[in-house]
């Protein structure tokens, strides 16, 4: 496990569910030790190196990491940079009735930082909405999900209306499988709001609801200040003069540690530069790993506007998106127990040409078994390659349990379940490309 704290109930329940999973094994496949204790490893160390926030100390290093790995396996390496932007501040909270919990700033108004506020205290409860809140700090409460991006209608439509009714501050409640704090994606450059945006835990929240109803007023403290900074792309080039061009992307940054929701995209992006070159010798290879996902993807969609090859130069697009790959768990009593397996709440996209070979190269993998076409859209980043018109796209992603949550450590990824995956999408790059 990582440094990352963990409730002493899901740590006794890792424990018991880790011994249960070391005599596991998938059923009808070789897999070769050595290649699975390498995933592992890249693993291990890309947890190790912290919350992955844009910019952050964390992000960088692990940016140097892959830039030297792509160069260990023979691409010319580059970075590209791009803008990100940090929130420093000193322990926000909301205080309601002499209770106080931890809050965290998600967005600001006009002025790029926010100190705090007293003021009348109202409580939305899903999904009921109050009809005035002029001059109140509205705390929201947000319908139980795996959670994502303040993109997402029904936060969106929330926080319109907070700050339509004249709202001095908004405190979203992200209620989720952990119950714990979900951090959202959002815009790098948006519309200034006249109030702040904060994000609470349902868990602190049940500290402090007794105090809600009995309380007229709240304080939210955030005494925060946000600021710009740059983050890098690293691009890794083989360039053979083909006339083709194979793309493998994958996000590396992201608002925790990011064990489970990118920790199977870094660890395939990894095994496929090193076998890539060998496997597919009559294309050009361009391997992108981005930052500055959490600001509504910036990183991918830079790429595409300024470096990407032109779809009718391009053989095939695999993005490694989020969390495809992550750990399951079971629920039960609100305690989560962990599993064996992966979770099935992922997602395999392709373009319609590639469906049956998609099927047929994930056939028994839950989730990832059933593919979708491009035709519906895509997801995320996966949505910008779509759109952008190439032709031969193949998307992974999904969200865990602990997705865009500070727990998100290595009890929620397992290597024999990244390699399990990777194999497959081994598979089926080989049956979509005329090598």
């Known amino acids: 496990m990582s440094n990352v704290s963990v409730t002493p109930s899901r740590r006794a329940l890792l424990a018991a569910g880790t011994l249960a999973l070391s005599g596991c094994a998938s059923a009808g496949k070789a897999r070769s030790q050595s290649t699975e204790e390498q995933i592992g490893a890249d693993l291990a160390a890309y947890v190790a190196f912290g919350e992955k926030n844009a910019g952050g100390a964390g992000d960088t290093a692990t940016g140097a990491w892959i830039e030297a790995r792509l160069a260990s396996a023979g691409f010319s390496t580059q970075r590209h940079t791009l803008a990100a932007a940090a929130i420093e501040g000193r322990d926000p909270v909301i205080e309601i009735g002499g209770m106080r919990v931890p809050v965290v700033a998600h967005t600001f108004g006009p002025g790029g930082g926010f100190d705090s506020i007293q003021a009348p205290l109202q409580v939305w409860g899903a999904p009921s909405i109050a009809v005035d809140s002029a001059g109140a700090i509205v705390v929201a409460h947000l319908p139980n999900q795996r959670w994502s991006s303040a993109e997402q209608p029904a936060i969106r439509q929330t926080i319109e209306r907070a700050f339509s009714q004249d709202a001095v501050a908004l405190v979203l409640v992200t209620h989720g499988p952990t119950r714990e704090l979900i951090k959202l994606n959002r815009r790098l450059q948006s519309a200034p709001r006249p109030g702040p945006v904060a994000l609470l835990a349902p868990r602190d929240w049940g500290q402090i609801a007794a105090s809600a109803i009995a ?25 053979r003069g083909a006339p083709f061009t194979i793309i493998v992307s994958t996000p590396r940054s992201g608002w925790t540690t990011c064990a489970g929701e990118r920790g199977p995209g870094i660890a395939a992006f990894l095994a496929l530069a090193q076998q890539a070159p060998r496997r597919f010798p009559r294309h050009n290879l361009l391997f992108l790993c981005t930052s500055s996902h959490e600001f509504e993807n910036a990183g991918n969609a830079a790429i595409i506007e300024q470096l990407a090859p032109a779809p009718e130069q391009t053989a095939l697009w695999l993005h490694l998106g989020a969390g495809f790959a992550a750990r399951d768990w079971h629920e039960s009593g609100g305690q989560l127990a962990p599993l064996p397996s992966a979770d099935p709440q992922r997602f395999l996209i392709t373009s319609p040409h590639l469906l049956e070979t998609a099927r047929a190269a994930f056939t028994g993998l839950p989730g990832l078994e059933a593919p979708y076409s491009t035709e519906g859209g895509g997801v995320g980043e996966l949505s910008n390659i779509i759109a952008a018109g190439y032709a031969a796209v193949i998307g992974l992603l999904g969200a865990h349990r602990f997705h865009h949550v500070a727990q998100d450590d290595m009890g929620c990824v397992d290597a024999m379940q990244v390699s399990e995956a990777i194999i497959r999408i081994e598979h089926l790059m080989q049956g979509s490309v005329s090598i």
């Not at 309380?215 to 360039?239: C, K, S, Y």
């Open 215 to 239: 309380a007229p007023t709240a304080v939210l403290a955030l005494r925060a200040l946000e600021r710009r900074r740059e983050a890098f792309n690293v691009i890794g080039r083989l360039d």
